[in-house]
């Protein structure tokens, strides 16, 4: 196997983990600062339109390194998954293939079925649903929760934080449910 | 600030090479059908609570020489409705906020819809945040 082709593969599980557990010092040692990554989306609010919204007006420069961070993920997406992009489609579960051919999904070659989420998908019901309905729940469901999979499973978790734990058991129980009874009827629309 | 850059670019590196960013992934957790995403957030968490156990014990400071003082929660009843939302949301897209980012740059264009619809999430709590329940 060629040093290419090493770096294509996808990372199991117990490397990835503590990598991404290691962020939580990492961050901590530069500077005091929490993990934490749906923040920064109440930021580029404050910085683009405060307009009027106590919620708003604060003094986001003083976080502004979260928008670092996340300009960094975006870039960090860009040489895993572009330039050390995984040729091989992904291995899941048979059965999930089984089932979401049963939907039209298609197979999966790519990191997303790339049936459901294309541009022509967002003018359609389906689609709408999937990427605009699904993209606002996550920015309010986050921002009202107080954090996401990072700032508490991953961050207040870490911290032992229990609201952290509730949060982390609400958005399980949100996604169980979402996943097993409401999507299967949105997939067949 | 170039740190914090850096550090981002890390964390979508492994965001992308595990795979937590694939809405396959994701659905599988959801079926209990792989135990891939558990073994990830397990291990993070695991490997979070040992590293802020060492820097508590040993008074680790900060590259700055201050005190690390990571942040406590309080309780507040969005954790709970907020939650349960994000839940939905993320069984939907596939994707949390790290994610959306992480798609985007490896070149998943359409996410940009989804991540602007997420920014209009945050900014519609903001509207309506004195008329919920926390």
Known sequence: ?189 | MIKYFLSGVLFGVILVKSEVVSWWRIQEMFRLESFHMYGVIGSAVVTGILSIWIIKKFRIRTWGGEPIVPKTVPFQKGQIFGGLLFGFGWAITGACPGPLFALIGAGFDVIVVTLLSAVAGTYVYGLLREKLPH
Request: aromatic fraction near 14%; proline fraction near 7%; glycine fraction near 12%.
């Open chain 1, 1 to 189: 196997m060629s040093m290419i082709q090493w770096m294509q593969r996808p990372w199991p599980w117990y490397v990835a983990g503590p990598l991404i557990g290691l962020t939580v010092p990492l961050l901590l040692v530069m500077g005091n600062k929490n993990l934490g990554v749906s923040s920064s989306l109440r930021q580029l609010c404050a910085a683009c339109l405060p307009a009027k919204v106590p919620f708003f007006q604060y003094d986001w420069k003083k976080e502004v390194w979260q928008l670092f961070f996340v300009a960094g993920i975006l870039a960090g997406g860009f040489i895993a998954g572009v330039l050390l992009q995984n040729p091989r489609p992904i291995q899941v579960n048979p059965r999930l293939i089984e089932e979401m051919k049963g939907y039209g999904v298609g197979e999966p070659f790519d990191v997303l079925p790339n049936s459901l989420f294309n541009w022509k998908m967002v003018f359609t019901l389906k689609g709408f649903i999937m990427m605009v309905v699904g993209g606002f729940l996550v920015g309010f469901g986050t921002r009202w929760a107080g954090g996401c999979t990072s700032g508490h499973s991953i961050m207040g978790l870490s911290n032992l934080q229990w609201p952290s734990l509730v949060a982390t058991i609400c958005f399980m129980a949100g996604g169980f449910f979402m996943a097993n009874v409401v999507l299967p009827v949105i997939l067949k629309i």
